[in-house]
């Protein structure tokens, strides 16, 4: 096993463009040129809005014993707030799963939970399961701040039960599971898996080896549709690989939202969805004419707009359970003047 000591180092300056691009910075790799505008294609109404949280109360993981006060984004939180220390050490060396997943199996029992992570390192090994009857929210000091590492070959987040959410920190699974170049099929983990309704991801960055970046998903058959209610937004996606397995893995949705996605590396995959938004993604390819997203059907009623990618355009394709209809992409442009 590697020594989480030695590697501590490498995984605080995660050379990756997830923190740059979270940090604000830019770099000659990541600067966005003024795009040339494509044609557009016209058609469909929004669906409803996604749903909104319930009131919460919060369960802290402090960094060391009296530690005080939630995270500054729960000040406009309804309903009273109950904090639970767990002892948690984001410092590069504890393991931190079983102390996190304690907090949300706790936060868990009553509606609006809160598990608060603090700045840091914070090492895992293992996955952190999401399958309460009530709710969760997983909340870190933000995405350049609070660095959830696994070290085990397995998803950080893995969410079966609906109403849950994670937020504002770096997810790395790619540090100590890199994957190997070409694709095997058995893929390193991806950062977070969900086959549950109403899941929420946001202001997170990410990075992850050759396998998937994260997946929201539902059961068989997908084209019925069967998740609803998932949000994603404000996400920069990293993922190593040659193609084949999606950074933004959306499948099996009805009323999907995502909104301010930054992906390098795989593609933005909608599989099987209806009634669902992509609004405002920027897109770095791993091959320079790999497409910025692509729709398989069955699949209806799906708005693509904002786009700006610096790989290929979007794909639009049936399947043998059904067509893609009902497609409008608007404002579809090129982030480079050398492009496919």
């Not at 700045?119 to 609070?146: D, S, W």
């Not at 893995?249 to 795989?266: E, F, S």
């Amino acid at each position: 096993m590697n020594n989480p000591i030695t590697r501590l180092a490498a995984v605080v300056a995660v050379g990756t463009v997830a923190l740059v691009a979270q940090a604000g910075m830019t770099s000659t790799a990541a600067a966005v040129v003024a795009p040339a505008a494509l044609s557009a294609t016209h058609l469909i109404p929004r669906a409803a809005a996604p749903h909104r949280a319930a009131p919460r109360h919060t369960t802290t993981l402090a960094k060391a014993a009296g530690s005080t006060g939630a995270h500054a984004s729960g000040a406009g939180r309804v309903g009273q707030t109950s904090r639970v220390s767990s002892g948690a050490k984001c410092d590069g060396i504890t393991n931190n799963t079983p102390l996190i997943q304690a907090a949300v199996d706790a936060a868990g029992k009553q509606p609006g939970g809160v598990v608060t992570i603090p700045a840091g390192v914070c090492v895992l090994q293992g996955n952190i399961h999401l399958n309460t009857g009530n709710g969760v929210t997983v909340e870190g000091a933000g995405a350049t701040k609070t660095f959830l590492v696994q070290h085990a070959a397995q998803n950080i987040f893995q969410i079966t039960s609906p109403g849950n959410t994670v937020e504002s920190m770096n997810l790395n699974t790619y540090t100590f599971n890199p994957g190997l170049i070409p694709i095997r099929k058995s893929p390193v983990p991806a950062v977070l898996f969900s086959n549950a309704s109403n899941t929420t991801v946001m202001n997170i960055t990410a990075e992850t080896g050759s396998g998937f970046g994260m997946r929201l998903t539902g059961s068989n058959p997908c084209y019925a549709f069967p998740i609803t209610g998932s949000v994603v937004s404000n996400v920069t996606m990293v993922n190593h690989g040659t193609g084949g397995f999606a950074a933004v893995d959306i499948d099996c949705q009805n009323g999907a939202r995502l909104t301010n996605i930054t992906v390098h590396g795989g593609i933005v995959a909608l599989f099987n969805d209806t009634n669902t938004i992509l609004n405002t993604e920027v897109y770095y390819g791993v091959a320079r004419c790999q497409p910025a997203w692509f729709v398989t059907g069955p699949a209806s009623n799906i708005l693509i707009e904002n786009v700006v990618t610096f790989g290929g355009l979007g794909v639009i394709h049936g399947s043998r359970h059904g067509n893609a209809t009902g497609i409008t992409v608007i404002n579809q442009t090129y982030g480079s003047t050398l492009h496919c």
